[in-house]
T-cell receptor
Framework: GQQLNQSPQSMFIQEGEDVSMNCTSS?????WLWYKQEPGEGPVLLIALYKAGELTSNGRLTAQFGITRKDSFLNISASIPSDVGIYFC???????????FGGGTRVLVKP | GAVVSQHPSRVICKSGTSVKIECRSLDFQATTMFWYRQFPKKSLMLMATSNEGSKATYEQGVEKDKFLINHASLTLSTLTVTSAHPEDSSFYICSAKRPPSLNYGYTFGSGTRLTVV
């Protein structure tokens, strides 16, 4: 089946830093979605990307749909403590309806 | 718009009993809903696709007799964990596919924490 490789698995942030995470796929995706999940909650959509090459922002978040349609990245600029959580990339593959999720990037605050 | 309500948010049950989890699309009709399972510190794993008016499609390795899915209306899908055992303890999340009028996409419920004792 389709696999989404998301990296890094975890990262520590210091307030004010920019952070970046990415996803790569073994197959072509029609849509790339980035979600954030808080503990004990379902994922909440942050950004949706629909076209190869598309670059979309949502506040301090910026995501891009790779030209090859097999990758995407998410940037968070000037991080703040409430950015802590788990971020997932997801997408339906070109021939499908079901969402496949990446393994997640756990964003933590530097001690 | 595009709200999905999942109930209950937490449930504790005894081994051998069955538990039903509901997933409702509150302000849109969803012909397709999905059920996921999530283990601690892991990603969401798709269990099955729930189709209104027809049988659910289960992912490989998911026991359909164990996890019964019913999607009897355009706004409600239910997941019943039958004869639950401690290894069924997990976080279960549903999502609903939005119609074209709501830009397609997927809205997730807030999840159900199941603990089997």
């Amino acid at each position: 089946g389709q696999q989404l490789n998301q990296s890094p698995q975890s990262m520590f942030i210091q307030e004010g830093e920019d952070v970046s995470m990415n996803c790569t796929s073994s197959s072509i995706f029609n849509t790339w979605l980035w979600y954030k999940q808080e503990p004990g909650e379902g994922p909440v959509l942050l950004i949706a990307l629909y076209k190869a090459g598309e670059l979309t922002s949502n506040g301090r978040l910026t995501a891009q749909f790779g030209i090859t349609r097999k990758d995407s990245f998410l940037n968070i600029s000037a991080s703040i403590p409430s950015d802590v959580g788990i971020y997932f990339c997801a997408g339906p593959p070109a021939a499908g309806n079901k969402l496949t999720f990446g393994g997640g990037t756990r964003v933590l605050v530097k001690p | 718009g595009a709200v999905v309500s999942q109930h209950p948010s937490r449930v504790i049950c005894k081994s051998g009993t069955s538990v039903k989890i509901e997933c409702r699309s509150l302000d849109f009709q969803a012909t397709t809903m999905f059920w996921y399972r999530q283990f601690p510190k892991k990603s969401l794993m798709l269990m099955a696709t729930s189709n209104e008016g027809s049988k659910a499609t289960y992912e490989q390795g998911v026991e359909k007799d164990k996890f019964l899915i019913n999607h009897a209306s355009l706004t409600l899908s239910t997941l019943t964990v039958t004869s639950a055992h401690p290894e069924d303890s997990s976080f279960y999340i549903c999502s609903a596919k939005r119609p074209p009028s709501l830009n397609y996409g997927y809205t997730f419920g807030s999840g159900t924490r199941l603990t089997v004792v």
